[in-house]
């Protein structure tokens, strides 16, 4: 992953973006209106190949052993499946809370700050959930043994791991609601409480929810980590 982390960032540096504007005017607009048909087609056949036959697959499996949907219920080990739930939702909303928190305040001010913090969420990211569990374990074991093996340092290593997958989300929808709102609110005598809470919050909402269901996905389905870390 390192090795991927550092071609990724020689090719970032090295990508030039020019300045000079693009002839858009020979540009020709392509109807997507003669294949709507067919890209609803392939986008149907991507549902029912990835959730419908699994599901089918399952249930088919369950059915021919004999086990019976309610004894498969009886089985499931629902403590589990609340842990999981639990987890998940506490690391999305703390990823999206520190995510926002970042982009209002680091993000807009300082480009070398906001640089240094979106590096260490992407290498964050870039590395198996292996490496970052056996690092909180040495650390933890080392330095503060009394958080070992619970919740706090399982969902530090979930934070750390996932961070930059609910950052991206909330810093894209940020910038598209730009300053303007903000600008005209102080300008109407509003405080940023009031302005956050009444007219950027339901804007941000959106990219809000994009990193919320991202993290969530990404920790529920998260197996090393929690292995390693899990209380």
């Not at 639990?86 to 305040?105: D, E, K, P, Q």
């Not at 959930?129 to 040495?138: D, E, Q, R, S």
Request: glycine share 4%; with cysteine.
């Amino acid at each position: 992953p390192i090795i991927f982390y550092s071609i990724k960032m020689s090719i970032l540096n090295s990508y030039k973006i020019s300045q000079k504007p693009s002839n858009l005017s020979n540009l020709k607009l392509f109807d997507l209106k003669q294949y709507e048909i067919l890209v609803q087609l392939i986008l149907f056949l991507v549902v029912l190949t990835s959730i419908f036959i699994p599901f089918l697959m399952i249930f088919n499996l369950i059915f021919r052993t004999n086990i019976g949907f309610i004894k498969t219920l009886d089985l499931i080990k629902w403590s589990a499946v609340f842990n999981t739930f639990s987890g998940a939702t506490i690391n999305s909303i703390l990823c999206v809370f520190i995510s926002l928190f970042l982009v209002l305040n680091i993000s807009k001010k300082n480009n070398k700050l906001r640089l240094v913090f979106e590096n260490l969420m992407y290498f964050g990211y870039t590395l198996p959930g292996l490496v970052i569990a056996l690092a909180f374990v040495y650390f933890s074991i080392n330095y503060f043994f009394s958080i070992y093996q619970t919740w706090i340092i399982l969902i530090l290593g979930y934070t750390v791991l996932f961070l930059s997958a609910g950052y991206v989300p909330v810093r894209t929808n940020v910038h598209l609601v730009g300053e303007k709102y903000t600008v005209a609110s102080k300008s109407l005598g509003k405080s940023f409480y009031s302005t956050f809470t009444n007219i950027l919050f339901p804007l941000y909402l959106p990219g809000i929810m994009k990193g919320f269901l991202n993290v969530f996905i990404l920790t529920a389905k998260e197996l090393p980590v929690t292995l390693i870390l899990a209380p």
